[in-house]
């Protein structure tokens, strides 16, 4: 069964900035991951990259900024009261994750003060080109339920 629209993929992955180290694998915690493609749940040019392949294909997708976080957009920073950090030891350059009103955002640390931080809001990846290797665990179809909610459920997946 082929990689398409409103199919459920599970699948490993190893991403590294063009040229660079690996920065992140599926393989650490053993687990795929699981995605439901044509919904938004990956980036753009990874999704792109899979369609048409099956279960058992591994492969390297190089997907250019613009099509994995975006580019990096300058005065995206913000100042944040520093309670909002709790007892973290702070330090600019470290990327934290913040809860927002819109859910979990990764932030890079600017600058810390007595009671604010600065942080920058652009996502930690973007303005980086991004190469993958990808194996494809498994390719089915997905449930009318898994379509409505628009993510996987499952194994994997999102639990309700």
């Not at 990764?106 to 942080?119: E, L, N, P, R, W």
């Not at 179809?141 to 628009?150: L, M, N, P, V």
């Amino acid at each position: 069964m082929k990689i398409e629209k409103d199919r459920v993929v599970r699948f490993h992955y190893t991403v590294a900035e063009t040229g660079g180290e690996p920065v992140e694998s599926s393989k650490d915690n053993g687990q795929p991951l699981a995605v439901l493609i044509g919904h938004g749940n990956i980036i753009p040019g990874l999704e792109k990259a899979m369609e048409g392949h099956e279960a058992g294909d591994a492969f390297k997708a190089d997907v250019a900024a613009a099509d994995a976080y975006g580019e990096k957009r300058d005065g995206l920073t913000q100042r944040i009261p520093k309670k909002h950090f709790g007892n973290a030891r702070l330090a600019a350059g470290q990327q934290v994750v913040l809860n927002t009103q819109f859910g979990p955002r990764a932030v890079t640390i600017q600058k810390v003060g007595h009671s604010v931080v600065d942080v920058d809001l652009n996502h930690p990846m973007a303005g980086k080109d991004l190469t993958f290797d990808v194996e494809i665990v498994e390719v089915r179809e997905a449930q009318q339920e898994e379509i409505d909610h628009g993510h996987v459920h499952g194994d994997g997946g999102h639990q309700h």
